[in-house]
């Protein structure tokens, strides 16, 4: 993304490009400083020709421009003292904004963490209901949300009573909650002689990459809607796995999410929610634009456990935090906590990595340092932070991170149907002979 990087940030364009390949700066909006309006310095001063009627004093004159002047220079030392803030401390708190809306994402975060720590139990369904409660601004019912759950657990077991299955075998739990959520299932209703149909979960094809609506990849959203896209319905899944105690994993491919089993005998399978499809993991190398470096530091198609899982929804709270409030030391807070509990911090670095260079960013405009070299004769201290920005695009560079392009993913959900069609068509066929 070497163009990006230049249209964002000018004067790193020249230093950074080399590093910083692949990378998306997300174009976020400079904050704003509040500072005085600064009056032109030739507002008050005269022309004779312009005015040939008016007397001109030319020592009032001079009175003025010196005015002028110490206003300037007090708008420079005010800038100044702001980036200096910045240069030690980081963007201060947003909390002002809304201290009791700000109040809901510490304690989300507080009760996450004591998990992380081994103080409470791992939950998943309760974590991801905290964050995007937090989002809500409390707005969300908790009692609600799990008789939900509870009614989905009930249309489980029914089914699994109903085909005389092994309840207790992993593999058979995970293929019934698979069915669950992709297909549709016909129930026997006890005691009134009537079926009912459970429908499956439909993927949201006209907002799976929340352009139109921030919200649309919440769990809580799937679970109003029936909609979901490969970030929701794949947390919707392992909910209801922790709910039945089936072992599940989350796992990642460029841009996307899907689900992790495996059987008695250590063979793994890829449950694509997205189509209803069982895809090896060959189908995701082919055409997920994964990187051989990507493969060795273990960014996609590892299967990630629950202490992940719960610190990936650190993550999403710095994110939903930042949209409603912006960039502070809460954000950085939730990043930092979820990277000692990750076994992959790719998800982590690539915002910490959008915090760091925002804030370059608002110092180099506060400076008027229109190049690195500028920047670092001005502040040193100020440059330190951006070579901080520079190593953090390079960690994520070296782990073999490539951004995926939209058309592209929108040709792989194409595949995988495509995949997906195959599949059944082979079935079908096996079922014959």
């Known amino acids: ?128 209901f905290l964050v995007e409660n937090a989002f809500y601004g409390n707005a969300l019912n908790y009692s609600d949300y799990q008789n939900f759950l509870k009614r989905k657990v009930q249309f489980y077991n029914q089914k699994i009573k109903e085909e005389k299955l092994n309840g207790n075998d992993n593999l058979v739990k995970n293929m019934m909650l698979f069915r669950l959520i992709s297909d549709t299932l016909k129930f026997k209703n006890t005691g009134i002689e009537k079926t009912l149909t459970h429908l499956p979960v439909k993927y949201d094809y006209d907002d799976y990459n929340s352009k139109n609506s921030y919200d649309s990849h919440f769990v809580t959203k799937l679970m109003r809607t029936g909609i979901g896209q490969c970030y929701s319905m794949p947390l919707y899944y392992l909910i209801l796995a922790e709910e039945i105690k089936a072992d599940a994993y989350w796992s990642f491919s460029p841009r996307h999410s899907f689900i992790k089993i495996q059987d008695k005998k250590g063979a793994w399978y890829n449950l694509e929610l997205t189509c209803n499809a069982i895809l090896s993991d060959a189908h995701y190398m082919n055409s997920g634009y994964i990187k051989a470096e990507a493969i060795r530091n273990k960014l996609y198609l590892e299967p990630l456990d629950k202490t992940n899982i719960v610190a990936e929804m650190l993550i999403n709270l710095a994110r939903y935090y930042y949209v409603r409030y912006g960039f502070d030391d809460f954000y950085l807070k939730c990043l930092d906590t979820a990277m000692q509990y990750l076994s992959n911090n790719l998800n982590a670095l690539i915002p910490k990595a959008h915090y760091q260079t925002q804030l370059v960013l608002t110092i180099a405009d506060l400076l008027d340092a229109q190049n690195p070299e500028i920047l670092k004769k001005k502040s040193s201290k100020a440059y330190m932070h951006y070579e901080k920005m520079q190593k953090l695009y390079k960690q994520i560079d070296d782990l073999g991170y490539e951004e995926f392009p939209d058309e592209l993913y929108t040709k792989w959900l194409d595949y995988i149907a495509k995949q997906k069609a195959e599949q059944q068509k082979t079935f079908s066929m096996d079922e014959i002979k």
């Open 1 to 128: 993304m070497k163009n990006i990087i230049g249209i964002v940030f000018i004067f790193c364009a020249t230093n950074l490009s080399a590093q910083t390949a692949g990378i998306r700066i997300p174009q976020l909006p400079v904050p704003t400083v509040p500072m005085p309006q600064v009056p032109n310095p030739y507002n008050h001063q005269l022309n004779r020709q312009q005015q040939p009627n008016m007397y001109y004093n030319h020592d009032e004159h001079l009175r003025t421009q010196k005015q002028n002047e110490a206003i300037i220079n007090e708008d420079i030392y005010m800038r100044h003292n702001v980036a200096l803030m910045l240069i030690n401390t980081g963007f201060p708190s947003q909390s002002y904004k809304d201290p009791k809306g700000t109040e809901f994402f510490y304690q989300a975060f507080e009760e996450i963490s004591a998990m992380l720590k081994g103080e409470k139990s791992l939950n998943l369904g309760r974590t991801v």
